[in-house]
């Protein structure tokens, strides 16, 4: 193995030049990281570890055809977008090909927060409007105008919620306002919507778009109810808004029945906008906005030249133009459709056996587990996940835990799983979760504290990991809650690990 330094003169530096704010996962006892191939990453010493959680590794870390495009591509150009080229031209020909044909216009960039950032600006543009509403618990990029937008960031920090940004309930039919035994939740959050609007209107605002992935991935593996998307964009349309596709975590056929995930929601939904990311590279900086040609043209009306250096470059082109002739040559989408089928038929015999399991949700190779400390209440196992991913961890596979109580066990792998690793994920989350519920009697009856109304009791080890953190044992101060709900080691455990 290629290392410059030892594990802990690593750990050392960084903590000297790298930015504290910059968090690595597994921060109690991270991975060095030296090589990866496929769905396997390996570490210093050689040790083997199932990737379960790299979705920008789309097609497979270290893919040789994806290595030999940029490699051949390298050795011959790579220069600025303002010179003609073939690359640029026929990625955007066959990206819009896998689009709805109103769907047509390309700006490349190269990352997704810098085509979330354009997207708004196509959007303010388009009608001169300024409001923006997005979901609650949303994450859209790391750039200031999408820090506004994204509550998952703005409402853990110091800023404050902007007036132009309205903040509308994330469709979650599990734990959200509508759940599941409503009789159209659909129309319901939608209508949310509808009353945002409403109410920006008579203090003479303006809506300029509604922002949204296509299925939440930090909100917590949220799939929209059907039906929802089409009245949004309904509402948004007749406000003179424009509806942008946030695809950025899961596009390029994750889902497995289609290519984007908002084409899961019907033929007559087709958003506005596009953004793309992450997995269109797979792992090089690559990303695009496609939007139609009446909202591109009114954006150059402006008189403002559009240029990014290197967006769209020969080299970023042809990594793109690999990674498309991977995911059809070796039916990835399929592969998608297949082991995610098998694997939340795995997990929802977990779900039966194990009470700590309280929803399965997802689609294709975009999977959530949601963990809970009791089913009625439906009370986030946060302190559990912690623990749980850590366990998983020592069993060599990858995992990170998400949502706004950092509950969700996220499965998102690279696109060439397989069957074979689900079964063994699924066996080691098994046999951790079996020992998690022996040790706190979960599976027999549900235990209150004296202290506090949690009603399932921390393992040692976990409860050990937070006071290694400097943090004061919650044991000491019993009125510590929340909603309800125990925070005091829930919220400790909860800074851990960030995906």
């Known amino acids: 193995m290629c290392e410059l330094y030892r594990k802990q003169d690593t750990l050392a530096l960084r903590r000297k030049h790298i930015a504290p704010s910059c968090k690595v996962f597994f921060a109690a006892d991270p991975i060095k990281i030296v090589r990866a191939q496929g769905q396997y990453m390996f570490d210093e010493k050689g040790e083997q570890y199932l990737d379960c959680i790299n979705n920008v590794a789309h097609v497979g870390h270290c893919h040789p055809e994806v290595v030999k495009a940029a490699q051949k591509q390298m050795e011959l150009l790579n220069t600025n977008s ?8 026929e990625y955007a020909k066959r990206l819009s090909a896998t689009l709805p044909d109103r769907l ?18 196509l959007a303010r543009q388009f009608r001169d409007h300024q409001d923006v509403i997005t979901l609650d618990h949303a994450y859209h990029g790391h750039l200031s105008s999408l820090i506004e937008i994204s509550p998952y960031k703005f409402q853990k920090g110091k800023d404050v919620k902007k007036e132009f940004v309205h903040v509308a309930p994330a469709p979650d039919t599990y734990r959200g306002k509508y759940r599941e035994d409503h009789t159209d939740p659909a129309s319901a959050y939608a209508d949310e919507v509808k009353k945002i609007i409403d109410e920006a209107h008579n203090s003479g605002r303006k809506i300029a778009a509604f922002i949204a992935e296509s299925m939440q991935s930090c909100g917590g593996q949220i799939i ?28 390029f056929g994750r889902v497995g029945t289609h290519f984007w995930s908002f084409q899961m929601f019907g033929e007559d939904f087709v958003p506005d906008i ?17 939007t139609t ?31 498309l002739d991977v995911i059809e040559n070796e039916d990835l989408q399929g592969n998608a459709t297949r082991v995610g089928n098998y694997l939340t038929k795995l997990l929802n015999k977990q779900k039966a056996k194990h009470a700590l399991i309280g929803d399965i949700r997802g689609v294709g190779l975009f999977i959530g587990i949601d963990l809970v400390k009791d089913h009625q209440e439906r009370t986030p196992a946060t302190a559990e996940a912690q623990h749980i991913i850590y366990k998983m961890k020592e069993k060599r596979v990858l995992l990170s835990a998400d949502g706004p109580h950092r509950n969700v066990l996220k499965i998102k792998p690279p696109m060439c799983f397989t069957e074979e690793d689900a079964k063994f994920m699924v066996d080691q989350l098994d046999e951790i979760l079996t020992g998690l519920e022996e040790a706190v009697g979960a599976k027999t009856e549900s235990v209150i504290s004296e202290n506090t109304p949690c009603r399932t009791k921390m393992p040692e080890e976990a409860h050990s990991e937070l006071l290694s953190d400097g943090s004061p044992d919650p044991k000491e101060n019993p009125s510590r809650k929340r909603n309800g709900l125990c925070t005091d080691k829930h919220s400790l455990l909860s800074k851990r690990l960030k995906t």
């Not at 303002?82 to 031209?89: G, Y």
């Not at 047509?104 to 708004?120: P, Q």
């Open 82 to 89: 303002r010179f003609l080229h073939d690359n640029i031209v």
């Open 104 to 121: 047509s216009v390309c700006y490349f960039t190269n990352s997704g927060s810098e085509a979330n950032d354009l997207a708004l600006r």
């Open 224 to 251: 929209p109810p059907a039906g929802y998307f089409q009245k949004v964009a309904e509402y948004v349309h007749g406000a003179g808004g424009v509806f942008i596709a946030d695809e950025v975590q899961v596009g």
């Open 274 to 290: 596009v953004t793309m990311g992450k997995p269109m590279g797979n792992g090089h900086p690559v990303a695009c906005v496609v």
């Open 293 to 323: 040609k009446e909202i591109a043209e009114a954006f150059s009306s402006s008189g403002m030249e559009y240029f990014n250096t290197y967006g769209g470059n020969p080299v970023s082109s042809a990594v793109g133009l690999a990674i």
